[in-house]
């Protein structure tokens, strides 16, 4: 088998930070000698995380077995989902904004024997839906857990309380016509119906500012799919919410370097 260097476009600070918490898991659990230390073992989950390297990959990389390899990178998916934090913590940070950007973004999978949950008629192909809420500037401030693919975009935010959590919190959320009808703060386009065939100049002129301000929401899913492994996922679908908070989870760590 031939084998080449390469690289993952992280800082070394999410490796520290990793490790550190890997090295803290296993001295609070007494674990065992193991054949990676949490720096290497911190490496493999980033480079599956990432870059998306399969656990054959990562196996014959690390001089592991695959089982072993899928084991390393469960735990620390499972270690830092924990971590990750739920809408409520996220509200801390959102409430603080003028306003946000509210998406809806489809992570797609293999097909499963249940198909037709996760079969998404917008998208044409099977998948989950994770709703993602971005600032102003298109910064990723949160994302939410996995439904089915078939979820509608309203309804899965409705299933996730995101809605009443804006609404509550005062804090203006621009989506895009999948919304229609959310109402609290939740501000989407005008649109075209039977009763209003044609769209007057100024509803066209609030659509076209509207588009301006939530095209920066795409830079937060763009960001989200940086990370390799969610542009398919080959697990079970179920496995998906604890990927997208473990990621959500690295982010944190990978963006504060920059905040400071």
């Known amino acids: 088998m031939l084998s080449y260097p390469a690289t993952i476009p992280l800082s070394s600070r999410t490796l520290h930070n990793l490790a550190d918490r890997i090295r803290r898991h296993r001295s609070q659990h007494r674990s065992r000698w193991r054949r990676l230390n949490p720096g290497r073992q911190a490496l493999l989950a980033l480079a599956h995380l990432r870059n998306g390297d399969t656990y054959t990959r990562l196996a014959a990389g690390f001089d592991v077995g695959v089982a072993t390899a899928w084991r390393y990178v469960q735990e620390v998916i499972t270690l830092l989902a924990a971590t990750a934090g739920d809408l409520t913590t ?12 509210l998406d809806g973004t489809l992570i797609p999978i293999d097909r499963v024997a249940d198909q037709r949950p996760y079969y998404s008629g917008k998208h044409r192909r099977h998948g989950v839906n994770v709703q993602v809420i971005a600032d102003a500037a298109g910064r990723l401030m949160w994302a939410s857990p996995a439904v089915p693919g078939a979820a509608h975009d309203l309804t899965a935010a409705r299933t996730h309380g995101i809605i009443d959590a804006l609404t509550g919190a005062g804090v203006m959320a621009f989506a895009d016509k999948g919304y229609q009808g959310a109402g609290g703060t939740v501000r989407t386009p005008f649109k075209r119906h039977r009763h209003r065939p044609k769209l007057s100049r ?4 609030v659509n076209k500012t509207h588009a301006k301000i939530r095209a920066c929401g795409e830079r937060a899913i763009a ?23 473990a990621i959500l989870a690295l982010h944190r760590v990978e963006s504060s370097r920059y905040t400071g």
Do not use: G, H
């Open 223 to 245: 960001t989200l799919k940086t990370w390799k492994i969610l542009t398919k996922l080959r697990c079970c679908p179920r496995r998906a919410t604890a990927i997208v908070q």
């Open 202 to 205: 100024r509803q066209k002129a």
């Open 90 to 101: 996220a509200m801390a940070r959102i409430r603080q904004l003028p306003y946000v950007i």
